[in-house]
Structure formats: C-alpha cells, structure tokens
C-alpha cells in the first residue's frame, strides 16, 4: 500500500480533489487498495474548500508518507503557515515523492524544497514565481515537471496529468491508460507538452471557420491550401481569408503551422517515431523545414526537445516504487503469515532512525530508497549491507 498525503488548508483549490479520482479509479481497476489517500491540514478536522464545502483532516504529525500532494489557493494573498513548511520539510526527508499542483509550487518553494530544482506551475504564474525564488529553475508553458522527487504541475487539469503519471511510474502504462479512458481524459499528456492548446489559442467563433480548423487537424498530412480549406467552410478562398483572420487574428497559413507544431511536438515526446516520419506525417515534408519552425517557435531544434523530454522521463523513472509505509507494515504485522524481509533487517523504527540521520549530515532530499519489499514477495533482491544484513540501501537521487 502506497499512502498519499494530500496537504490542504483553508480556501484550498477544489481541482486537488479532483486529481485524487485517479488513485480511486487506479484501487478500482487493480482490484486491490494500492492507494490510501488522507487529506492532511495543521490542526485536523473540517477544512472548507475554495468551492465552500468542508473536508475531513488528520492533523499534521505522522510525516510517513510514500508521496505528499500540495495544492494551491485561489487568494493571491496566501501564505503557508510556519507549521505547514515545518511539516513539508520533515516530509521531504522521508516521502518518496513531494509533488505541488498549480500555484501550490510556492508552498515548496517558500519552504526551501525547490533551490536548484525543474520546475512548473500555472502559465500565469511562472514568472512571479521565478522573480520570488530566483534559485528555482522555472520551466515556462509544461504540462508538468519530474525533477528527482519533487513533482509540479501547471494549473487545473494538469493536475490529473501528473496523478496519472504518478500511476504510470508506479504501476505500468497500461493501468493508466484504463484510468485515463475511465476518466474520459486524453490517454497522456507528456510533461513537456504545452500549456496551450493551437485550436484553443486560435479561439475561432464562426462554426465555419472551426470546421476549416478540425478540417486541418485531421488532415495534417495532406497539403492544406487557401482553397481546400475554403471549401470546408463553405466559402470562397477570398471570403474564407477575410473571415479567418478576422476571427482569429491569424492568416491561414501561420494557423496551420501552429497546429502542425503541436502535433509534431506531441510525437516526438511521446514516440519513438523517426523524426523524418514525424516531419511527413504532420505536413512539414521534410526534417529540415521542420527543424526551421521549431527554432522559429521554441528556439530549439526538434532533437533537443526530444532529448530534454527524454531526460525528464528517464529522471522519474529512476525513482524507485514502493513506500515507506510497506516498512512499518512489515514491521508491525503479527498476522499468522507475517511478511519478512530478506537477512537480519533492522526494526522500522531503527531504519527510520538512521535514515533520519543519514539526512541531517547529507541534506534532505539527497538520498532515496533504491528498495521497498512488496509484500507476498518470497525474497527480495538486490540487498546490500548497511552496518548489517538489510533489504534497502541508499543511493543518491
């Protein structure tokens, strides 16, 4: 069992509780309470909600969690109190995962978990944030981003993308695409995806001109000209020209571009397609004029976006799966079949004293577990000495 902490505190945004469906439908579909969310506040009790309805809290205290989630405030105004970044740092030497959803990055960064780490929030945020905590590494216009163990995402609906990569890493792809497909959400969109979607930047009001634009989404492919798009308005190409630019404040050509840009952008995050594929199948013709609009639009060439968004995904996949807690349980279970760990493994509570220590004279954050037993395992690999026999070791993140 994996246990979330999810932080919240008066006013919280509502769209934090929306993320947590998707460790429901993942316990669901698994069959099994992989998943056990708790909603956490400084005091414990009823907590009320931006939308005005009331949670239920535990208070701060038990800092064992496998990940703690922080949400973020719809008032400008707020400021995390001295006990909630008291409590956010003493879980950050121990959780596996610290994530933040939309503004909620400041709540981490105020506590002083950020410095020197990738970053994201909400698009019209970035640049407070980055003029507040000059040592975070702000990442302009990402879906979400995985650096180490701490987690961000953009605003609102970004959340749930970053829960279901959670689920991704935890559990395999293909129990987040069932998740997703329950959830009637796109199937993934990677963390280096835009904020922004091309058709809703566009903003066309007209039906005929968004028939024109779904028109070209579909045929990316094909050679889209004046004249054809014209015909899937219903317009001549002259009338068509006229209407598009004034619905959209766009020629048809730089619209057409933007859309084949996310669409290229999108493959080459997320496949393994060939860039030259990737050029033919979104209308670029070739590699080179789709390098040209990439360095036009990003300021990179299409093979240093997939290598950045590569990295990102090779980082989180180098954390580890398993908890904290599955420790305790371990250690406290007296069932008739207890689980073990493999060789003379130390008590939780002796573990969780030297880890404690190997934080204070390394920093928090530095060290992760490289292994969690599962329980049902009838051994467990990889083990290494750390003064003894044990089934985990340190490694830096």
């Excluded at 609906?157 to 998740?179: F, I, K, Q, S, W």
């Excluded at 199937?187 to 001109?209: T, Y």
């Excluded at 634009?213 to 798009?229: D, G, M, Q, Y």
């Excluded at 040209?292 to 980082?315: C, H, I």
Aim: hydrophobic share 40%; glycine share 8%.
């Amino acid at each position: 069992m994996q246990r979330i902490g999810v932080v919240t505190f008066p006013g919280f945004h509502v769209m934090t509780l929306a993320a947590m469906s998707v460790f429901e439908l993942a316990n669901s579909e698994l069959g099994e309470h992989r998943y056990d969310v708790q909603f956490l506040s400084e005091n414990g009790g009823r907590v009320r909600s931006s939308a005005g309805f009331v949670i239920e809290t535990e208070p701060f205290g038990n800092p064992l969690f496998d990940t703690v989630i922080v949400g973020g405030s719809t008032e400008p105004s707020f400021r995390p109190s001295e006990g909630m970044l008291t409590y956010l740092r003493e879980a950050f030497e121990i959780a596996r995962r610290m994530a933040a959803t939309c503004v909620g990055t400041f709540t981490l960064a105020e506590a002083g978990l950020l410095d020197g780490k990738r970053v994201t929030t909400h698009w019209d945020h970035v640049r407070e944030l980055q003029r507040r905590y000059p040592k975070v590494r702000v990442q302009e216009d990402r879906i979400f981003v995985i650096d180490g163990s701490i987690w961000t995402s953009a605003g609102m609906t970004a959340t749930m993308d970053l829960v279901l990569a959670m689920v991704e890493r935890d559990v395999g792809p293909e129990l987040a695409r069932t998740v997703a497909k329950q959830m009637v959400v796109h199937q993934r969109r990677s963390g280096g995806q835009s904020q922004f979607s091309a058709l809703l930047e566009l903003e066309p009001k007209p039906d005929r001109i968004q028939n024109a634009l779904e028109f070209a989404r579909k045929n990316l492919h094909s050679e889209l000209t004046v004249e054809n798009l014209a015909d899937a308005a219903h317009l001549s190409p002259r009338q068509f020209t006229r209407a598009f630019a004034a619905a959209t404040g766009e020629s048809p050509a730089k619209a057409i571009e933007k859309l084949r840009l996310e669409a290229a952008r999108l493959l080459l995050e997320d496949s393994r397609h060939p860039i030259e594929n990737i050029a033919k199948q979104t209308g670029f013709a070739d590699r080179e004029r789709m390098r040209r609009a990439f360095v036009r639009a990003f300021g990179v060439p299409p093979q240093a976006m997939r290598r950045q968004a590569r990295k990102e995904m090779q980082g989180a996949s180098d954390i580890p799966t398993g908890s904290l807690p599955a420790l305790r349980e371990a250690d406290l279970m007296t069932t008739k079949q207890p689980a073990t760990l493999q060789g003379d493994a130390p008590s939780f509570r002796d573990f969780l004293a030297e880890h404690k220590q190997s934080a204070l004279r390394l920093g928090p954050g530095h060290f992760v577990l490289q292994h969690i037993p599962v329980f049902g395992d009838e051994s467990v690999a990889d083990t290494h000495d750390i003064g003894r026999s044990s089934a985990f070791r340190y490694v830096r993140s």
